[in-house]
């Protein structure tokens, strides 16, 4: 039993480093998932790994019309920056951030119900649980932190509330 919860307590940190998909729905809804396999398979090609760039460049075909203006661009169609990073990058920094710290908390949430009957688990268990449990308050406040920080910044360079979406 011991060997298994240290077992347990090795990997539990592992899940931090998990990867993180987004896609957006018929109804334009953003969804996350933590593995490719949990997308809906019609979302699979578009759904996007977090915490990538979006290199594909932008094509403007010469001697078109004027292209339409771009929500984010400014009058020669480049696009607005707030501290090298665009809109793009700014939404994603946030619903990164955002996730990171609900997941955070969900999994502190989980740790604290096992707690709720400890009337048949052994105390290396209930030890176990209870170092897991300040391991993820540190995870929560670290996460909060990470936040606030992104906030503060997007304040700093006038970034739009509409981009901390």
Same mark, same amino acid.
């Given at each position: 039993m011991k060997k298994?919860?240290?077992l347990l307590l090795l990997l539990y940190p592992l899940t931090a480093a998990a990867e993180t998909y987004q896609w957006t729905d018929e109804r334009g809804t953003v969804n996350f998932a933590d593995d490719?396999?949990?997308?809906?398979?019609?979302?699979?090609? %578009?759904?996007?790994?977090?915490?990538?760039?979006? &290199?594909?460049?932008?094509?403007?075909?010469?001697? #078109?019309?004027?292209?339409? =203006?771009?929500?984010?661009?400014?009058?020669?169609?480049? %696009?607005?920056?707030y501290g090298g990073?665009?809109? &793009?990058?700014?939404?994603?920094?946030?619903?990164? #951030?955002?996730f990171n710290? =609900?997941?955070?908390?969900?999994?502190?949430?989980t740790l604290k119900g096992r707690l709720a009957d400890t009337s048949r688990m052994p105390r290396s268990e209930y030890l176990a649980i209870q170092n897991s449990i300040k391991y993820a308050e540190d995870r929560v406040q670290?996460?909060?932190?990470?936040?606030?920080?992104?906030?503060?910044?997007?304040?700093?360079?006038?970034v739009p509330p509409e981009y901390r979406k």
């Open positions: 298994l919860l240290v490719l396999g949990q997308v809906p398979k019609k979302y699979r090609k %578009k759904a996007r790994r977090l915490g990538q760039e979006d &290199t594909s460049p932008k094509v403007i075909e010469s001697g #078109a019309a004027e292209p339409a =203006k771009v929500k984010g661009e400014d009058a020669q169609g480049a %696009k607005k920056l990073k665009d809109e &793009t990058v700014w939404r994603r920094e946030f619903l990164q #951030a955002e710290l =609900k997941n955070a908390q969900t999994d502190l949430a670290a996460q909060q932190q990470k936040l606030d920080q992104l906030r503060e910044s997007a304040d700093r360079l006038g």
